[in-house]
């Protein structure tokens, strides 16, 4: 269970290091907008609040399982 546990929290890892280079690095969105500063921090304010949400279950599940 624990091998789980560092495996999905690897994987999480890699993935956020991604997002924030796609999102720190496109000059176009999906909608076809230009991204400026603000609209980037935004971008990465909205990826935190999604990293905050996933880190919270992780410990959750970290929690559970120090218990068994």
């Known amino acids: 269970m624990k091998r789980l546990w560092w495996l999905v929290t690897i994987i999480w ?20 907008v230009t991204q400026t500063p603000a609209l980037r921090i935004i971008s990465l304010v909205i990826l935190g609040i999604v990293v905050i949400f996933v880190c919270s279950c992780q410990l959750i599940w970290w929690l559970i399982m120090r218990r068994h």
């Open 13 to 32: 890892s890699f993935l956020l290091g991604c997002a924030v280079a796609i999102v720190m690095t496109r000059t176009v969105d999906g909608a076809g």
